[in-house]
């Protein structure tokens, strides 16, 4: 751990998210393990950054799976299914451009130094 403050406040939300399960499903289990951490927290135990550092390595494999799978929902469920639909109902705007060679159209105008200020 990078320093004391972080297992500190790492070991304080355990022991208050234990605290908020005890309280919700009022199993003495949780307000044991909640009194757990603020010992281990309290005595400042090799133990807690032991825990804080497990924690944070689950915390962390938690995020990169979760964004993985959470990006590949919402690309199959979302994304795909509004392509397929564009296409589906948009055949012109895909087709407008097949019978040229590129999308760009040609301008025979004469330029001058005005004509590149504002571009856009």
Known sequence: MKNKNEILKTIDVLALASLVAFMVFKKPLFLMLALFFIVINVLELKLGE???????????????FNSKILLS?????????????????????????????????????????????KQW
């Open 50 to 64: 032991k825990i804080a550092k497990l924690w944070l390595k689950f915390a962390h494999l938690i995020g990169t």
């Open 73 to 117: 929902i919402i690309f199959f469920v979302f994304l795909y299914p509004l392509s397929i639909l564009y296409k589906a109902f948009n055949k012109g705007a895909s087709s407008m451009f097949k019978n040229k060679e590129s999308h760009f159209d040609s301008v025979n105008k004469l330029f001058d130094k005005d004509s590149f200020k």
